[in-house]
């Protein structure tokens, strides 16, 4: 049976094909320069494109680098040269940047005129070869949806990018030009990044990732050299002369964000390194060191990855939570520490599934009579109470020892673009500085209510909480344990994350905070959060969310998993 149906799907799948033709063919042309950090996340998900790489001809030429962009790509081509149809590459490590740069973030006259010429040639390369497009990539962007080509050859249009996100509010296109040929940001912007109007639309600027039709007529007009339009008065900038002689030989720009089709970092500034590049993508790259397990990618993280040294941001502790029997959890986590530069206790967290009466005896847990799941009228399971036990651990712990502040993780949670940074300012800048009363603080947790969450007293970026759940991630001092533990919850134990808010008496139930006399927690919350659930896929998966999203996705199952 198993036997014909694979046989039928086979044959359907050669006849669905109804032209029974070839995949069109691509020039891909790749321009790198000091991309070590990103190149291995990039290659690997460009491997990972379903297009037949006997049909892709790629155009690759890397100089000017001052890290191992070149040796990167060289362990990469070596096991992966043989399958693209052909590939022309110059790879020149002598030179040395240029004289009018201040600096590798610096876009120069003469960067611009030796990117402008790489760009043209790479034009005139594709024509020459009868591509029927040219893929124009930069090696800083992630194609995670692996239908890219697929989906925006579709498009049939001559000039077509698929919408890459960021960390905020930058894209790979613009929605307006000022009459000077610069970027301005229009009303038309937001609804496209934030995918509130779908489809693929006409835009003055895509860059990035582009993809040209070079089968159509109006193709041949276009252009990166600024001497080729009749009348240009532009700036010297690759993507502007392209998107003005487009404009100006009638070809329109479209950029699609039918689908989620990839991302990509906001530009250093001038001052910064290159390893802001590392913490923006941090939940990107994880999941693509998941993925692949090839030998190359393994050698070049080896040899060529720097990670951060590692610290506990201040805290005394960070621990995280993690079931023995959960051990891709763990390894995933234990990718993200190495990512963000932490050092991290992990402990093993009680399994729901080894704990039973006697065992509850044991400890002398008592369950709250009133306790029923508000929303499937259950008691408490087994699951639940192991996650209350091995919070309830920790913070022993941190009595115990006299540890002054501890950051608590569970293992499912993905972090904030420039996670460590972010929690520094929040301790210093604002706890410290401000001198703030507080026993826990929130890094990841769902808001249950609608209600007013006001900004603590002269802070940016810490609110008092209200009713929340989940507790992905907090942060937690000597007194907050205290609190935690003096209260006895074990007498009348809830889960914890019901547990939290009537400690700091933002619960709603009266019936159950009567169990508990002394409700002044103090706790705030980090506003944006900087942990969320890994549950949120897609989209949402990578870069920022924001707490109403979380609102909204009302979804029960995610609350404990652990
Ligand atoms: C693609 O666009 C061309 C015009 O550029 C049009 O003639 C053709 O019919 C379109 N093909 C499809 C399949 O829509
Ligand atoms: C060229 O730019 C003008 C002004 O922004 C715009 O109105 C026009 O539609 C553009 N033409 C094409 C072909 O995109
Ligand atoms: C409960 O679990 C413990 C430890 O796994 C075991 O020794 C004990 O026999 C169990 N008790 C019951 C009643 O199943």
């Not at 995949?23 to 690997?44: D, E, G």
């Not at 023995?324 to 995933?332: F, I, S, V």
């Not at 399994?351 to 009228?377: C, F, Q, R, T, V």
């Not at 007194?479 to 619960?507: C, M, Q, T, W």
């Amino acid at each position: 049976m198993k036997f014909y149906s694979v046989l039928f799907t086979l044959i359907l799948s050669v006849t669905c094909d109804v032209n029974n033709l070839k995949k069109p063919t691509i020039a891909v042309t790749i321009l790198i320069r000091n991309k070590a950090h990103t190149l291995p996340y990039f290659l690997s998900q460009f491997s990972r494109l379903n297009y037949p790489k006997n049909r892709i001809s790629l155009w690759i030429r890397s100089d000017n680098n001052i890290d191992n962009s070149i040796d990167v790509l060289n362990t990469w081509l070596k096991k992966h040269n043989k399958e693209y149809h052909s590939i022309d590459l110059i790879l020149d490590d002598k030179s040395e940047g240029f004289s009018d740069e201040k600096g590798i973030a610096d876009w120069s006259n003469n960067r611009f005129s030796h990117v402008i010429k790489y760009r043209e040639e790479a034009l005139n390369y594709a024509r020459r070869i009868w591509a029927d497009y040219i893929f124009m990539l930069d090696a800083d962007v992630f194609l995670t949806n692996v239908d890219t080509l697929n989906m925006l050859i579709l498009k049939n249009h001559t000039v077509v990018s698929p919408l890459l996100k960021s960390d905020g509010m930058y894209s790979n296109f613009w929605a307006g030009m000022t009459n000077d040929y610069y970027y301005e940001r229009t009303h038309k912007y937001k609804p496209i990044l934030n995918r509130e109007i779908q489809g693929c639309h006409e835009v003055p600027m895509i860059h990035s990732a582009v993809l040209i039709d070079l089968r159509k007529l109006d193709s041949d007009y276009l252009t990166y050299k600024p001497e080729k339009l009749s009348s240009y008065d532009g700036p010297t900038d690759d993507i502007i002369t392209f998107a003005l002689g487009a404009n100006s030989s009638g070809v329109t720009l479209h950029v699609c964000n039918d689908e989620i089709y990839g991302f990509l970092p906001v530009p250093i500034e001038a001052h910064e390194t290159l390893e802001v590049d590392v913490q923006q993508l941090i939940n990107l790259k994880i999941d693509i060191l998941g993925q692949q397990k090839a030998l190359w990618l393994e050698d070049v993280m080896k040899k060529y990855v720097n990670y951060p040294d590692k610290d506990t941001l201040g805290m005394d502790k960070i621990f995280m939570i993690n079931l023995e029997r959960r051990p891709e959890r763990r390894d995933r986590m234990i990718n993200c520490f190495q990512e963000l530069g932490i050092e991290v206790e992990i402990t093993n967290a009680v399994d729901g599934k080894k704990l039973n009466e006697s065992l509850l005896d044991n400890w002398n847990i008592k369950m709250m009579p009133e306790y029923a799941d508000p929303y499937h009228k259950r008691p408490m399971k087994m699951g639940e109470i192991g996650c209350f036990l091995s919070h309830y651990i920790i913070w022993n712990k941190v009595i115990e020892n006299n540890y002054e502040k501890v950051m608590v993780l569970e293992d499912d949670v993905r972090f904030e673009p420039y996670f460590r940074n972010k929690v520094n300012w929040i301790m210093k800048d604002e706890i410290e500085r401000l001198k703030i009363p507080w026993d826990i603080i929130y890094l990841g947790r769902k808001r249950m209510q609608e209600q007013d969450e006001p900004f603590v007293d002269g802070s940016k970026y810490l609110v008092h909480a209200g009713y929340s759940y989940w507790t992905l991630g907090y942060i937690l001092s000597k007194s907050g344990a205290e609190k935690l533990i003096n209260a006895k919850p074990l007498d009348k134990l809830i889960p914890v994350d019901e547990y939290f808010p009537i400690l700091f008496d933002r619960h709603p139930r009266t019936n159950w905070k009567n169990h508990f006399s002394n409700r002044n927690l103090i706790a705030l919350s980090a506003s944006p959060l900087l942990v969320y659930p890994t549950h949120y896929t897609g989209e949402s998966g990578y870069i920022s969310d924001t707490e109403e999203s979380i609102i909204i996705n009302n979804n029960q199952n995610i609350k404990y998993e652990l």
